[in-house]
């Protein structure tokens, strides 16, 4: 099935150098006082897109070939994935489109048009999507850029782990949000190849956690993609997965599940104690430490994976009020 080793993080790396932002690591004294331990926050939000898509966007982009960028390139997103694309495919002049299902969210894609992409809303799932993006790359030669299940994607998410080890080298867990697994998969990789004791956790939502159905049935499996706090986290892993599946399978230690109010609670404690704001699915480390799911042991690292979230919705986290689309 192949997978990601150290080499190719490496070689990711000095890639997107001049492409990305490194990001800063900061110790949470909130977190720390509260769980006994060093909480490191490695701030990835504040990337230049406001995710760590850019990452992995910007080096599988740089691997192409001069005919695959010149057919332009086409992905499926849940918003996070079609931003980093657009920005990629601009800043080398490439046409970009960009497909996403009706639940991603309105400021995700207006950020991506603005970025000069071509959007597309199909379906209501991730996969209706990528059904969109494979009759695009067949009809017309676009060039696919998946948002997870790509070595280069997978590479370029790992040099999070080469920064956050560099910047924390006795950390113990480190935590990390969810969904495709390319995230996920990056970051163990890089991290148990330069420290194998590490541990490395997965964190999803509750409602439609397609990898951690997936983990559970042994196999690559459907779930029903759901309206969630945690919008970046949803779509499915891909029934014909070739490497993140396998990678997440062998590299993660736990995979740890929130419910909405947890989600909600890491968003209000990264506004309140932290003073950052961000997405759902960019808090999730910091409530599976509030709600007592993960229990560190020695130092940790929470990732905060991205911060665009409707600011309406944002305020109505912070101020308490009910927010739409969420319930049960």
Excluded: W
């Amino acid at each position: 099935m192949g997978s990601v080793s150290l080499p190719d993080v490496n070689a990711a790396r000095d890639r997107i150098v001049g492409r990305i932002v490194p990001t800063q690591m900061v110790l949470s004294r909130s977190l720390s006082d509260a769980m006994g331990v060093p909480v490191h926050l490695k701030l990835e939000h504040r990337q230049t897109t406001g995710s760590f898509k850019l990452r992995g966007a910007s080096n599988a982009v740089a691997m192409l070939k001069l005919a695959e960028k010149a057919r332009g390139v086409v992905a499926a997103s849940t918003g996070n994935h079609g931003r980093a694309l657009a920005h990629a495919a601009k800043l080398e002049g490439l046409r970009a489109v960009i497909c996403m299902s009706r639940l991603v969210p309105a400021n995700k894609l207006e950020e991506i048009r603005r970025l000069g992409a071509e959007v597309l809303i199909v379906g209501n799932s991730q996969d209706d999507a990528q059904e969109e993006v494979d009759r695009l790359v067949a009809e017309e030669g676009l060039t696919m850029v998946p948002p997870f299940d790509h070595p280069g994607v997978i590479a370029g998410q790992g040099t999070l782990g080469l920064e956050m080890l560099e910047d924390v080298p006795d950390a113990g867990t480190i935590l990390v949000p969810l969904s495709g697994g390319g995230l996920a998969a990056g970051i163990a990789a890089a991290a148990k190849a330069t420290k194998p004791e590490i541990k490395v956790v997965g964190v999803s939502m509750a409602r439609g956690a397609a990898m951690k159905a997936s983990l559970d049935a042994g196999r690559p499996v459907s779930v029903e993609e759901v309206p969630t706090l945690a919008d970046s986290l949803g779509g499915g892993i891909g029934l014909d997965n070739r490497l993140t599946f396998s990678m997440c399978r062998d590299l993660l230690d736990d995979v740890v599940l929130l419910s909405e109010e947890e989600i909600a609670a890491g968003i209000l404690h990264a506004y309140g104690q932290e003073r950052e704001v961000v997405e759902g699915a960019g808090a999730v480390a910091i409530g599976a430490l509030l709600s007592g799911k993960v229990r560190p042991v020695g130092p940790t690292v929470l990732l905060l994976s991205g911060r665009n979230i409707d600011m309406v919705r944002h305020r109505a986290i912070v101020c308490a009020q009910p927010v739409e689309g969420t319930t049960k």
